[in-house]
Each structure stands twice: as structure tokens, then as C-alpha cells.
């Protein structure tokens, strides 16, 4: 099987500045055709931290695909590095990236410099995928057998020349095949799902490997993977295993692939003609755009309230003072009313409602700080919930958000047939 290593460059990642979304996002790609990565690094604007990192992985692996280090600027220096690793001898004019760079410098209204003239020069052995979306051209090597991709750093950049990767890789070699495939659940601890599946999971097939995956907002991902061509009808076996599982994990399993709650639930009220409204306290919004992110959210989604003050509630929801005096805002009487009320005022199917304590501070005995309370309103029916919840504020108000979602699915009856 093709192995393969993921290589970022710069300071700016192995510092903390910026987050590294390209190693992910060139996995993902390198799995599609059966390339399995082995090997993951950042590294320094170092010339020589480059080249050894570089051999080390072109020694381990069959493909090498680095990020950054491509641009104008003197700290800069990955194409002075490879050329090192590469034995090339002298740097040539790729007549048709420096086309696009003066195009791109005489869309943007500035004098094409020296240094972006120097960009469309490249190693003289290398071959150039040609960057429509910058000034940086991407280049393949072979380097003792291995081929090395050297892409520049900005996403969306990198995202545009990866095609050109693909393309490389299946020309110069042959990838085995590699089959996923996920099912999704919420509401059960990473561990306690472990514990719950353990003898489905000691009697999978040789072969078979299984994943867990945890996320607060969509749950733990199951994930079964197989390698090669060992297995025949891959796809069968895998919906085999995971039929077995409903009967131990019932309606905890509600998508596969790259479902999310707010997706599934979106597709479930479009199919139905219905629609949704939210009134959000603790979540601050969060739901709502949860829900909007996804395309055709205005077939479903009429919109939300967030009533973070109290008069909100009380003067626009229409949530009645004494609920509050009684049972406080974060009450399940509270999130009840403030589900009907936006339900009411937005004219929709049903309406959700949060209310709760994400912290740190604003706790008490009886409410610590993770209390939630959230209410489901529809035709006929309005249902509330209390849980509770840890960790600090952003992941409280993540968990908080999807901890709702799983609510309404549940109080639909969504869930998936296996």
C-alpha cells in the first residue's frame, strides 16, 4: 500500500499563530485514491531542519506533500531547501505561471516586482503544477523514488493545486484501494459506547479496523476501515457490522458519512414541509448558525431569538415573570416557554429553546455551572430537558448547542435505518 507524509512548514504554525487545517485536508484527498499517510510534521523556517525532516520522510514513505514556505519574502526558503534535497542545478522561468502572476498583480492594481517575477521560477528538474489561484507554483520531484509535492501554504492555494497532486500520484504509481465507511451517534460517552459495543467489536472480521472518533458537536463517529483488496464486497460486509449494532445501540445511531445533527435534522423537516424557529439564551446564536450553514437552510430555518436578558424573554418571547421568579431562567419551565414563545411569534412547526450556565462563573449549588435546559415545542406538544454538562465556556456552549439538536431529533423520531 502507498504511504504517505504530510509536511507543513513555518514558524507561524509550530508557535500557535495560525492552526494547521492543511494536513488535515491533504489526508482526507491522499485517502480518497488509497494513499494511506503515515507521517505528519510541522517544521521551522530552518533551511537545514527542512532538508533533514525532508530526507527523513522521503526515507519512510512513498509520497511527501509539504505546505509553505513558497512566498515573495526572504523567510521563505522551502524551494532553496528542495533544490538542495534534489540535486538540481540551476532555477528555470515557467513562462506560464509567470503569466498568471502578471495577470494576478494587474487584476489587483500593483507593479508586477522582481520578487514576484522570481516566483515563476522553479528547480530545473521539477515538474510545475501550474497555481491559477496565486503566485506560487506547485512542484513535483522524484527523489529516490519518492515523490515529492511542494505546495504553497495558503489553503486555498494548496486546496486548488491538489488536483494536480492526484494527478501525479496516479500517473507515477498505482494506489491499493482503501474503503470507509462511518455511522455517527450521540448521546453516549466515547468510553461508555466502548464498553457497550465491546463484543461486536472483538468478533470483527480479520481485517476490518475499527475507529472511534469523538466530537462534541456531532458525537462519536464509528468508522470501519479496510485495507487492499482482502476483503471483497467491502461495502456489504460494513453494512452487515453495522445493522448488528442497532439492536445494542438503538436510536444513539442517527447518520453515517459526514452527517451532523443539523443536517440530518434540516433534511428530515425539509422532507416533511415543516419548519423551525429557536430562541437561544446560553448558546448566544450558536444553534442558529448551526443550522444556516448548511445549503437550503431557508426552506426550514425561519429564524431564532436570542433572548440573553431576561426582558428579552419575558418581552418578546412572552415567557410569564412569575416563571422566572419561581423556577429562575434556567429552568426546564423557562426553556418550555421560550420554545412556545418563538415558536408562536415565528409562526413555525416547532421551536427549540436553550437556557443554562456555561461559565466559569454564574453557578450555584443547585445549578452549577454546565446546566442546561432545553425545551422542544411542536403541534400538540412541548417537551423540556435538564442536563448536565462540563468543561470550560466555548466547549460548554459547542455541547450545549448539539446536546439540543440530539433533543428535537429525538423528540422527531429521527434517527437511521440500518
Avoid at 146 to 168: K, N
Avoid at 310 to 331: F, Q, T, W, Y
Amino acid at each position: 500500500m502507498l504511504t504517505a507524509s504530510v509536511c507543513t512548514i513555518g514558524d507561524e504554525i509550530l508557535i500557535g499563530q495560525i492552526v494547521d487545517t492543511n494536513s488535515a485536508y491533504i489526508a482526507s484527498k491522499l485517502n480518497t485514491i488509497g494513499v494511506k499517510v503515515n507521517h505528519m510534521q510541522s517544521i521551522a523556517d530552518d533551511e537545514s531542519e527542512i532538508i533533514s525532516s525532508l530526507r527523513l520522510a522521503v526515507s519512510k514513505t512513498d509520497i511527501v506533500i509539504v505546505t509553505g514556505g513558497l512566498g515573495p519574502t526572504k523567510d521563505d526558503i522551502t524551494k532553496k531547501a528542495i533544490m538542495k534535497m534534489a540535486g538540481s542545478n540551476s532555477l528555470i522561468c515557467n513562462d506560464r505561471q509567470l503569466n498568471v502572476i502578471e495577470e494576478i498583480c494587474k487584476k489587483r492594481g500593483i507593479e508586477l516586482s522582481d520578487l514576484n517575477r522570481e516566483q515563476a521560477w522553479v528547480p530545473d528538474n521539477c515538474q510545475v503544477l501550474v497555481n491559477k489561484s496565486g503566485t506560487a507554483p506547485g512542484m513535483m520531484f522524484e527523489i529516490d523514488g519518492c515523490l515529492l509535492f511542494s505546495l504553497p501554504g495558503v489553503p486555498y492555494e494548496m486546496q486548488f493545486l491538489m488536483d494536480g497532486v492526484i494527478e501525479g500520484i496516479l500517473e507515477h504509481r498505482k494506489p491499493e484501494s482503501i474503503f470507509h465507511k462511518s455511522i455517527i451517534t450521540f448521546g453516549i460517552p466515547e468510553s461508555s459506547l466502548a464498553k457497550q459495543i465491546e463484543e461486536w467489536e472483538n468478533n470483527l472480521p480479520a481485517g476490518v479496523k475499527l475507529a472511534y472518533l469523538p466530537s462534541p458537536l456531532t458525537g462519536v463517529k464509528l468508522r470501519l476501515s479496510m485495507y487492499g483488496s482482502a476483503i471483497e464486497n467491502q461495502e456489504k460486509v460494513a453494512n452487515e457490522l453495522f445493522a448488528a449494532l442497532k439492536p445494542v445501540l438503538g436510536n444513539a445511531i442517527y447518520g453515517e458519512g459526514d452527517d451532523t445533527l443539523e443536517k440530518v435534522i434540516s433534511a428530515y423537516l425539509n422532507e416533511e414541509n415543516s419548519t423551525l424557529s429557536a430562541a437561544e439564551s446560553c448558546t448566544g446564536g450558536k444553534i442558529s448558525s448551526m443550522l444556516t450553514i448548511n445549503e437550503g437552510a431557508s426552506r426550514v430555518f425561519t429564524g431564532g431569538v436570542i433572548a440573553y436578558d431576561n426582558r428579552v424573554k419575558v418581552d418578546l418571547l412572552g415567557v410569564p415573570e412569575e416563571i422566572i421568579i419561581k423556577h429562575g431562567a434556567v429552568s426546564e419551565e423557562c426553556a418550555a416557554a421560550m420554545a412556545e414563545g418563538v415558536r408562536k411569534i415565528l409562526g413555525t412547526t416547532y421551536g427549540i429553546a436553550t437556557s443554562g450556565i456555561a461559565g466559569p462563573g454564574g453557578g450555584s449549588e443547585e445549578k452549577p455551572v454546565g446546566t442546561l435546559c432545553i425545551a422542544v415545542s411542536g403541534p400538540g406538544f412541548t417537551r423540556s430537558k435538564r442536563v448536565r454538562l462540563s468543561g470550560d465556556r466555548a466547549r460548554n456552549i459547542d455541547r450545549f448547542s448539539s446536546e439540543t439538536l440530539n433533543f428535537l431529533r429525538l423528540c422527531l423520531n429521527i434517527e437511521l435505518p440500518l
